[in-house]
């Protein structure tokens, strides 16, 4: 069964991503803080990019919108930004 292309994509946008990230991490004079901060947002933007919302709460949980009040909130924010 062939994967949907959103799937596909999103796995060439992480191995480029990644390869980048690779090679900019090898770089001694970036230092490792800057260097974990360009290797989050990689991965955080590979799931933007596939349309993935992480999301948590100061709890540690994540985000659940099986909450009317909750998705209708996140749904509100959405509907700003277009």
Known sequence: MKKPTAIRNSKIILRLRMSLIRTGLQDSSLPGEKARGFFIAAIRETFEEAGILLGGK???NFVSFHDEKVLKRFNDY?????
């Open 78 to 82: 959405r509907h700003q930004l277009e």
């Open 58 to 60: 100061t709890t540690g």
